[in-house]
């Protein structure tokens, strides 16, 4: 079983940047070698992702993201960050840390990419204001 508890989300105005982290507890994985990602999600709409660590390290982004957010993964205290840098205000939404020591890989743009994690974290708000 894994337990992930997000922090971080706040609010901050367009062009800031926040770091959310999630912090991985539990038994029965190996936390450098579990695949992670990010999710978020807007009222009414569907969750997406965001950003993955592969289970072997490789990271990847949706393009609506690239070269703004960084994810990565500290193993000394089993935290998942996710650096998010010129914030802008559809990046508005609930973010939501996932992971599954069973998975490898997945397609973070892949819409059904949320149904591959068996665990997630309860949610940190993050609103960009104008």
């Known amino acids: 079983q894994v337990q992930l508890a997000e922090s971080g989300g706040e609010s901050v105005q367009v062009g800031g940047s926040l770091r959310l982290s999630c912090v991985a507890s539990?038994?029965?994985?190996?936390?450098?070698?579990?695949?992670m990602a990010w999710f978020r999600q807007i009222p009414g709409k569907d969750r997406e992702g965001v950003a993955i660590?592969?289970?072997?390290?490789?990271?990847h982004y949706v393009d609506s993201v690239k070269g703004r957010f960084t994810i990565s993964r500290d193993t000394r205290d089993n935290t998942l960050y996710l650096q998010m840098n010129n914030l802008k205000v559809e990046d508005t939404a609930v973010y939501y840390c996932?992971?599954?020591?069973?998975?490898?890989?997945?397609?973070?743009?892949?819409?059904?990419?949320?149904?591959?994690?068996?665990?997630w974290g309860q949610g940190t708000q993050v609103t960009v204001t104008s």
């Open positions: 996932a992971a599954d020591p069973r998975l490898v890989r997945t397609k973070i743009d892949d819409p059904e990419a949320d149904s591959d994690f068996a665990f």
């Open positions: 539990g038994s029965g994985f190996i936390f450098s070698k579990m695949c």
């Open positions: 660590v592969d289970s072997d390290g490789p990271t």
